[in-house]
Structure formats: structure tokens, C-alpha cells
């Protein structure tokens, strides 16, 4: 699928969840440099014409985790889109990766605002997270297998 096709593909933000969120404050060392770990998890729903993608963040002392968060962001494919994205002989939809990329970094940010809302007022609302680049993260097309819901 061209740019062209891509810039098209008609999505809207349907839905966002707070799929994790805990604190454990004896897990921090304020001595220690803290380290970020992430995962991206994505998701298709067929009879909703979504696509959810789900970003998890551990902020961790000395491999103890003492912020973890998981947010996920619930996109809905307008109709037309979704039949462009669909492969009827594989039962499948390829989301371009441009687009997945660009629906991560939709998700990252409002993981991000998830993240000092809980935090607010609290000693752990220093903890940000960083810009992200998405491009070495998500490299190629995603391809859902609808028939197993993958």
C-alpha cells in the first residue's frame, strides 16, 4: 500500500484503557539510576472494525519494578478502510506499518498523560517517558490473523 492509500485510511480514537498501573514504592532506591523497559502489543477486532494497540512501560531499580504502566488505545477503522486492509482469501488484515507506527505514537502519548495524571502530586511524577522512536521499533507491516483473532 502507497503513502497515498496510507494517508487515507479513515481511523478514529474509539476507546482508551488503563490496562495495568502500580506503584511499589519500596521497589525505588533513589540512589540508583532507574531503567525503562517497554513492550508493544497489538490487537484486531473484526466484528468492531478495531484495532488496539497497547503500550507497557516497567521503571525499575536494580531489575525491581516500582512504576509499571499499561495503556491501551482502541481504534476504529472506518468501513472502507477496513475492506482496503482486508484479505478475504487469508481471512487477515495488514495494517501498513506506517500507520502502525503512527497509531503506537498515538498510544505512547496518551500513555504518557495516563502516566502524570496517576502520578500527580506524588514524588514518582518525575518519572516521564521519553520520546520513542517507533521506527525501530514497529519495522515492518502487521498482519492479523482474523480467523484466530491474533
Known sequence: MDNDKINKVGF?????????FAVFESNFNKAINPRLKLNFKFAADPVKKLVGVFAYFIFECEEKPF?????????????????????????????????MQHLAVITVGTTRGILHAKTENTKFNRFHLPTINLAEIITEDKVFNLENNE
Open 67 to 99: 512504576i509499571v504502566i499499561e495503556a491501551g488505545c482502541h481504534f476504529n477503522i472506518q468501513p472502507d478502510s477496513w475492506n482496503e486492509l482486508l484479505n478475504d482469501q487469508h481471512n487477515s488484515l495488514t495494517i501498513p506499518q506506517k500507520l
Open 12 to 20: 478514529a480514537l474509539a476507546k482508551i484503557t488503563t490496562e495495568q
